[in-house]
């Protein structure tokens, strides 16, 4: 088996840990996806379906019930003139075109208002934002960006499978103390090597959450969605702030069933736990701890809304019109051959065993009277 140092990435940092020592497994993550050459999220799209599919992929519903959701959440801030969404890790811009399409054909007003804006960091994905959102950025409601804006005056930021792509530290308990995994050599091979914590933060994620790792326990700590969520509720003015993400309560995490944690390593459509074997050309991801999300929230001075299964918040949505918004419009003559497959689609999206229970929405608020959501009403 070649050496997991042998992809380019893989021989830079094994030449940086050789030269400088150990690294942190969340400077090495970030290092595999958003390496500037070659991180899995800096290259084209290309390989992506190749690995993994997101609700986006499945069908054009999840769209159009997030756009409902948004036009709402105008409605909830009084109508203002002008309505940010702001989509965070917006990748090639699938998910903005669907909302976007949406708004313009069914939900008029709530458009007039809108100014979407598709941030994504990776140039090779924004640049496909051109095309995909042509017609709305013609129309002066959609822009592309390379990070969020300073100041959303009033608006929703959400994002959908981008905080489970941000990097992780690894912890253990060992002989009853909080150890840090990080990332090593052993020969040529990238191996963990298990130190003392790179940062006292990283105590304080734990006993904030009520959390104490188990003897020989694996877990992550993920810095980086906490600081996203301080530092998107530091930009919003009044408005929302909508996560969906694959993920759990911390109690849940960290209970007896995760002893090794969940970071998973994605090629093909395979999960694996060798996060060594190919740096760079494979996805990396863990689930997002969603106690960690809204202590940070709330020390930013959002309230919590709501945490529901994707199931819960989509069939909220639909419900009112059974799902009428699952077809195209009758001009366009979609055939009942379609307009099943449609329906079979959506079930992908709520079904438990499809994306419907592993996926939640959490909804935080600030500055919003009365903040009350279809996609959070009990069904
Ligand atoms: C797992 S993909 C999800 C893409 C898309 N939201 C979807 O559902 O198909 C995560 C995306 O977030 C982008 N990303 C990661 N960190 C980011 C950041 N800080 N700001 C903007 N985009 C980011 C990545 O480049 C990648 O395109």
């Known amino acids: 088996m070649p050496a997991a140092s042998q992809t380019p990435l893989g021989k830079l940092l094994a030449a940086r840990i050789r030269e400088r020592g150990p690294i942190t497994f969340a400077d090495y ?17 290309s390989q992506r379906f190749a690995d993994y599919y997101t609700s986006v992929d499945v069908h054009p519903i999840f769209g159009r019930l997030l756009a409902r959701q948004f036009a709402e959440m105008w409605e909830r801030c009084g109508r203002p003139v002008e309505f940010s969404v702001v989509e965070a ?23 007039a208002a809108l100014r979407y804006v598709a941030v994504e960091q990776s140039a090779a994905r924004r640049a496909a934002h051109a095309s995909a959102l042509a017609t709305h950025f013609a129309a002066g409601r ?31 308990r060992e002989h009853g103390e909080l150890r840090e995994i990080y990332v090593g050599l052993n020969g040529d091979l990238l191996c963990d090597q298990v130190g003392p914590l790179s940062s006292p933060s990283l105590e304080t994620y734990f006993s904030e959450q009520g959390i104490m790792l188990l003897e020989g326990q694996q877990a992550e700590a993920s810095l980086a969605a ?34 090794r944690g969940t970071l998973l390593a994605y090629t093909h459509h395979r999960t694996g736990e060798d996060f060594y074997a190919a740096p760079g050309e494979q996805d990396l991801t863990a689930h997002v701890n969603f ?31 059974e799902f009428a918004d699952l077809y195209d419009p009758a001009e366009r003559g979609q055939s009942e051959a379609e307009r099943l497959r449609a329906r079979l689609l959506l079930k992908t999206l709520i079904f438990p065993e499809g994306m419907g229970e592993a996926f939640s929405v959490l909804i935080h608020s600030k500055g919003v009277a009365d903040p009350s959501l279809t996609g959070l009403a009990p069904l």
């Open 29 to 45: 993550m970030a290092e595999c996806l958003y390496h500037p050459e070659h991180g899995y999220y800096s290259r084209a799209e």
């Open 89 to 111: 890790g917006a990748g090639v811009g699938r998910l903005a075109a669907h909302v976007l399409d949406f708004a313009a054909r069914v939900l008029p007003e709530f458009y």
């Open 142 to 172: 959609a822009v592309s960006a390379a990070a969020l804006p300073a100041a959303i005056p009033v608006g929703c930021i959400f994002s959908n499978e981008l905080l489970d792509a941000l990097p992780v530290h690894r912890l253990c």
């Open 226 to 259: 906490a600081a996203w969520m301080e530092d998107a509720a530091r930009r919003l003015g009044r408005g929302f702030i909508l996560t969906i993400d694959y993920g759990r309560e911390a109690r849940e995490l960290y209970d007896e069933r995760h002893l």
């Open 291 to 321: 106690t960690a999300l809204d202590l940070a929230a709330s020390a930013s001075g959002l309230a919590r809304l709501g945490l529901v299964s994707q199931s819960q918040f989509l069939l909220a949505l639909g419900r009112a019109n």
